[in-house]
């Protein structure tokens, strides 16, 4: 499975952005997909998971009302909608796709799209 990260940018901080993440190769709706991010200097960070199905979803306790993860398996896309975006929310975006929920680690990343939130 190939995925490709799309949708970053710089945005003002109350801002807003949707990323997208676009597999190919593989069974798409079979597998777990989740967004981690990565911001300069600091270790990788979860940021929301969606199960396959796309009827279970999970947030980092600081994303929660702010973000949302959605996905369409007859796009073969996973999506991050983001708002009010916040200065620390300015990483490298990844998505992955696994068989396993909320598992550590993932079979699949895609390469990150980055985000900067200007102040």
């Known amino acids: 499975v190939q995925l490709q990260a799309c949708g970053g940018g710089l945005v003002q901080a109350g801002g807003s952005l949707r990323l997208s993440c676009v597999a190919s190769?593989?069974?798409?709706?079979?597998?777990?997909m989740v967004w981690f991010r990565q911001a300069p200097g600091k270790e990788r960070e979860f940021v929301a998971a969606?199960?396959?199905?796309?009827?279970?979803?999970d947030y980092a306790d600081s994303m929660k009302g702010r973000f949302t993860i959605s996905r369409d398996n007859a796009k073969n896309t996973v999506y991050l909608q983001m708002n009010s975006l916040k200065p620390e929310d300015t990483a490298d975006y990844y998505c992955?796709?696994?068989?396993?929920?909320?598992?550590?680690?993932?079979?699949?990343w895609g390469q990150g799209t980055q985000v900067t939130v200007s102040s």
């Open positions: 992955a796709a696994g068989r396993v929920w909320l598992a550590i680690n993932y079979d699949y």
């Open positions: 969606i199960n396959s199905g796309g009827a279970t979803t």
């Open positions: 190769g593989g069974a798409f709706s079979s597998y777990h």
